[in-house]
T-cell receptor, first 116, second 112 residues
Framework: DAGVIQSPRHEVTEMGQEVTLRCKPI?????LFWYRQTMMRGLELLIY????????DSGMPEDRFSAKMPNASFSTLKIQPSEPRDSAVYFC??????????????FGPGTRLTVL | SQQGEEDPQALSIQEGENATMNCSYK?????LQWYRQNSGRGLVHLIL?????REKHSGRLRVTLDTSKKSSSLLITASRAADTASYFC????????????FGSGTRLQVQP
């Protein structure tokens, strides 16, 4: 398996533009997580899905952020309109429910977003 | 915030020495996990310890868990330059949520 795949790896955009980040989880995993990492706030959970259904989006900063998972192999995180304070590294992770109920998460390489 | 706290924030040691990182958390947990992040990369799972376990080993890694003190430690023995990375603890809180809450991390520098 290729692991969790994210695209693009780097994105530079101007304030006000729409940004779409993409993620392909590991095949067979039924949980997908979106995180944001900054120096100031560390690693923050934004939203997570189970079987393509959003379970907890309490970490989504505001209405400018939205996430979808149309099928088991694809998810997007969209920021519209983007602002400089959205600059961060965005990680996607996936996990499968182990037989004993404990979850190890597999992270993608991240998308480094810079909003000018 | 239920985020765990790691200490020290940064640690610099010589190759061959042992490195110990600590993690404290706030509420009851199902399990605690440790992850490593190399610069510019995603996090990689290292080891998981369940709430009913006190110690676990994996290669040069030793993890302890003290649920009475709500703390865990990660020991890397005989460190190598390749161990240079940030290390994060992550807790699976006993709320039915499947998401992990990550600590602030310890930056480890192993000097060759």
């Amino acid at each position: 398996d290729a692991g969790v795949i994210q695209s693009p790896r780097h994105e530079v955009t101007e304030m006000g533009q729409e940004v779409t980040l993409r993620c392909k989880p590991i095949s067979g995993h039924d949980y997908l997580f979106w995180y944001r990492q900054t120096m100031m706030r560390g690693l923050e959970l934004l939203i997570y899905f189970n079987n393509n259904v959003p379970i907890d989006d309490s970490g989504m900063p505001e209405d400018r952020f939205s996430a979808k998972m149309p099928n088991a192999s694809f998810s997007t995180l969209k920021i519209q309109p983007s602002e400089p304070r959205d600059s961060a590294v965005y990680f996607c992770a996936s996990s499968g429910l182990a037989g004993d109920g404990y979850n190890e998460q597999f992270f993608g390489p991240g998308t480094r977003l810079t909003v000018l | 915030s239920q985020q765990g706290e790691e200490d020290p924030q940064a640690l610099s040691i010589q190759e061959g020495e042992n490195a110990t990182m600590n993690c404290s958390y706030k509420t009851s947990i199902n399990n605690l996990q440790w992850y490593r992040q190399n610069s510019g990369r995603g996090l990689v799972h290292l080891i998981l310890i369940r709430s009913n376990e006190r110690e676990k080993h994996s290669g040069r890694l030793r993890v302890t868990l003290d649920t009475s003190k709500k703390s865990s430690s990660l020991l890397i023995t005989a460190s190598r330059a390749a161990d240079t990375a940030s290390y994060f603890c992550a807790t699976d809180y006993y709320t039915g949520r499947r998401a992990l809450t990550f600590g602030s991390g310890t930056r480890l520098q192993v000097q060759p």
